[in-house]
């Protein structure tokens, strides 16, 4: 079988549709038998790597710099010309696969998959996606506009993160109601860009004849170990176990501060006597500071670091224009990794730095796989991939280390940020969750922005009602507009939830024997998506399980941790 492509998608960042047509052709036509489906399937493997990563790359130019005309025109045109006919032309060959009967070996999950794609496929859902991308990109955009003047200089909002851990509470409040009122000036336009995207992911239900856009999105994002009902009980397993010992954290902050209750400006204020944890200078020192850290869990991560860091896969400051978050994504064709992040300086970076260098072992480990099917890792274990790292890497942050903190104050106090952080996190993902699942099971009652804002309100009583917002419940209730998630990845949070058990039964691991629970981490890894997800999470040492009981373990671990860094 002869298929010529380029061998870098550098050069098919311009292709229209009919620069990709014959391979598909090809492979559409080919022989595919027991003697040939080797052949057929690295060739579409080959295939499909250039399109993702011509994908990705004009993906990523646009979340670099969302106020580029060039980039935005590029990304589009691709979305518009070559994305719906790449999938419906991918989608034949699923079909011809799946009728051939065929089962390489290390196929049984990636079949799986691929039957429920083939069963989830309507060609009329083709242009809808596309325009999901683009309110995505649009929601970016709108995102990324948003700046304030304080200081004599114009901020985005990420770039004031500092300035809510001064111990000047005038200081923090200020500049919090200064981007508050920045971040609701927007509240019509992100209320229109829910409505459009709601009516949108309901007619992909409906074109594919389900009953609503939940069991659409189980479907599409392969969720077959754990079913709606699970997230629920998972939702009232935080209720229970991790809002309590959040409330805790919150009640020792307060009083650390010398305050009855934390107002929304003071959730990471540092009390006086208190010095700023500034580990690194700029994205260059954080990256730096991050290959010596990786090194110490293990040399070959280590490398794999390096080797982002040479070939400029990293974009790490913060800047005017670009787009909000953090993400890791794959050059498929490349092997390659690429990071995004928006780095202010803070501690919170460098957990985020390690948390997508986690995800970008991944896209190292399963490179050696044969075929693009088997890479694919379903997200709730690709997230133990990046939470885990965060807690692999925490005894090598010291200076000593080539780390961040150069004295042990420092250092346990960003440890006891990181874990509390952990605690505080359980009850913010049940809200983001719950949200979602109450916002696809109650569409009529979600395309009223005003029941969205009593919804997400209701929620943030149940496990977030430790913070006193009065006087600001506008922006309580408006909080669902500042998780991007919500607008650009429907149902993608729960996972993180889930991930975050498994990664501290990785840590707890680790504790106790690192070398060897590292060692289980990066065989899990190299699974890619080939074996279920119970089967990748006891492969890296751990239970894919989230009821009470294994909550309360991880809680305790976490609160006897922050008890002896405290002492």
């Not at 929601?139 to 990324?144: A, Q």
């Not at 003047?149 to 909002?157: A, F, K, S, V, Y």
């Not at 395309?447 to 009065?470: E, I, K, N, Q, T």
Request: aromatic letters at 12%; charged letters at 25%.
């Amino acid at each position: 079988m002869q298929l010529s492509l380029p061998t870098s998608a550098l050069e098919t960042l311009e292709w229209g549709w009919q620069a990709w047509r014959p391979g598909f052709a090809l492979l559409r036509e080919a022989p595919l038998d027991a003697s040939t489906v080797a052949t057929w399937l690295a060739t579409w493997t080959t295939l499909s790597n250039l399109i993702s990563e011509t994908y990705a790359r004009l993906s990523v130019a646009t979340t670099c710099d969302t106020t580029d005309p060039v980039a935005e025109q590029r990304f589009h045109a691709f979305l518009n010309d070559v994305y719906p006919q790449a999938m419906a032309a991918d989608q034949v060959l699923k079909q011809r696969l799946l009728a051939s009967g065929l089962e390489p070996e290390g196929f049984t999950v990636p079949l799986r998959h691929l039957r429920a794609e083939a069963a989830l496929f309507r060609e009329a859902n083709l242009p809808l996606q596309t325009e999901e991308r683009r309110l995505g990109n649009e929601y970016n955009r709108v995102i990324g506009a948003q700046t304030v003047h304080w200081d004599e200089r114009e901020l985005t909002i990420a770039q004031l993160a500092p300035y809510f851990e001064d111990p000047d509470r005038r200081v923090r409040e200020q500049v919090w109601q200064l981007a508050s009122t920045r971040q609701l000036a927007d509240r019509e336009v992100i209320n229109d860009l829910w409505r459009q995207l709601l009516a949108l992911r309901l007619q992909l239900a409906a074109n594919a004849d389900l009953p609503d856009y939940r069991t659409y999105a189980w479907q599409a994002r392969q969720r077959f170990d754990y079913t709606p009902d699970d997230c629920l009980r998972f939702h009232d397993a935080i209720e229970e176990i991790a809002v309590p010992a959040a409330e805790r954290v919150y009640a020792r902050r307060a009083a650390r501060l010398g305050l009855d209750r934390l107002r929304p400006w003071d959730i990471i204020a540092r009390a006086p006597e208190d010095t700023p944890l500034r580990p690194f200078a700029n994205g260059e020192d954080l990256a730096a500071r991050g290959e010596a850290v990786l090194s110490r869990v293990d040399p070959v991560l280590g490398t794999h670091f390096g080797t982002m860091r040479r070939e400029q896969l990293l974009d790490l400051d913060n800047r005017k224009g670009k787009a909000p978050g953090g993400y890791c994504t794959t050059f498929a064709a490349a092997g390659r990794p690429f990071i995004f992040m928006n780095a202010v300086g803070m501690a919170t970076d460098v957990r985020t730095l390690l948390h997508e260098a986690g995800h970008a072992f991944h896209v190292f480990a399963t490179d050696a796989l044969p075929y693009h099917q088997q890479r694919s890792v379903p997200i709730e274990f690709a997230e133990v991939a990046s939470m885990a790292m965060e807690l692999l890497a925490a005894p090598y942050l010291r200076r000593g280390d080539g780390g961040y903190y150069a004295d042990e104050a420092a250092y346990a106090r960003a440890r006891i940020e990181h874990l509390e952080g952990i605690l505080l996190f359980w009850p913010y993902m049940a809200v983001v969750d719950a949200f979602q699942h109450w916002a696809y099971t109650n569409s009529e009652a979600a395309d009223d922005p005003s029941a969205c804002d009593a919804a997400w309100d209701g929620l943030w009583s149940r496990f977030m009602g430790a913070l006193d917002w009065s006087g600001f419940e506008s922006d309580r209730m408006t909080g669902w507009h500042r998780k991007q998630h919500i607008y650009r990845y429907p149902f993608y949070y729960v996972e993180y939830g889930m991930a975050q058990l498994g990664a501290v039964q990785v840590w707890c691991n680790a504790l106790h024997d690192q070398p060897t629970a590292v060692k289980r981490y990066r065989e899990a890894l190299a699974l890619g998506g080939t074996v279920t997800l119970p089967e990748l999470f006891a492969a890296a040492g751990a239970r894919f399980a989230f009821d009470q009981g294994t909550l309360q373990d991880a809680v305790t671990l976490i609160e006897e941790t922050i008890d002896e860094l405290q002492a």
